[in-house]
């Protein structure tokens, strides 16, 4: 575990990117942004996720109705929708989500998490159980010339977002 | 976005660690962590989270009590309880958790995610306001000399983790 200022700069670096290439994301790329998500820790190691990777532009377009800020999921070529296979550990989703984007980041793929809104919908179009949740998708390709991080409000100032020993505000 | 297989290879060795080093995080480590907090994504940008810092071990007894498998925090010179400032989004939750692991990992230092099972009791210990929920913590600290990955049952194949275009079972 030594230390990597670089790397350290990469995580900070990571943001959602809206605007893709239209090549397909090579095999090789794509098993390695899953393999990350595999990886990733969850608690008790329950694993309790699995992803459907999606490439047909139509089957994109179903999921993508399921939500109001979808528009990354049409234009990239492969969008990844997270399924949680019980009710809890949302959290868990979380992490498996970031890791894939920043594993996405370190192999120069571009990436943008989506919600879907409609999530009973997107778990009918996708043919999964009822039970498991298909709330959260990330659209994945590798960017566009022209891509740039989305317009975004710069962050809370660390006084606000960090609190010593008990909560104040 | 310039490949970088060295911080996927470290994406993909994150393990959490539970044993750590006496010594306190320093300061500007702590910050650097928080700072990649502070800069994870959020749908919408809401970033409706915050982070409690507690070095105070008698502090940190009480939070660990909250839970039942939070003996790293016990043993961890700082432990971070991640704030939910919303009923919502425990997904982001889960997305900043990952980041300050991983960041952490860049700057040399272990961690080790917490669940903090009883959330309502960790929430009136830490005094933050009904409505918010607190049951994530992260135990960080400078791995001890003998640490190593906690026992771990490995990963479900591939073709559990991954369905195609729909979900299979």
Same mark, same amino acid.
């Given at each position: ?46 694993q309790d ?21 979808t528009d ?5 070529p492969v ?6 296979? &019980? ?6 989703? #979380?992490?498996? %989500? ?5 594993? *996405?980041? +370190? @192999? /120069? ?9 409609? &999530? ?6 996708? #043919?999964?159980? %009822? ?5 959260? *998708?990330? +659209? @994945? /390709? ?28």
């Amino acid at each position: 575990m030594e230390p990597s200022p670089e790397l350290y700069r990469m995580i900070l670096r990571l943001r959602a990117i809206r605007e893709y290439k239209p090549e397909p994301v090579e095999e090789p790329d794509l098993l390695a942004v899953l393999e990350a998500g595999r990886w990733t820790g969850t608690s008790k190691n329950r694993q309790d996720w699995s992803v459907v990777v999606i490439r047909d532009p139509s089957q994109r377009d179903l999921v993508a109705a399921c939500g109001d800020f979808t528009d990354p999921i049409r234009r990239a070529p492969v969008a990844l929708v997270l399924v949680q296979e &019980s009710q809890h550990y949302e959290f868990d989703v #979380g992490r498996v %989500a970031q890791n894939m984007m920043l594993a *996405a980041s +370190a @192999l /120069g793929i571009a990436s943008c998490p989506i919600t879907l809104h409609r &999530s009973e919908e997107a778990r009918q179009v996708l #043919g999964v159980p %009822a039970g498991k949740k298909t709330r959260y *998708a990330i +659209a @994945l /390709g590798y960017p566009a010339d022209h891509a740039g991080p989305a317009r975004r409000g710069g962050r809370k100032p660390v006084t606000s977002f960090v609190h010593q020993e008990r909560y104040q505000r």
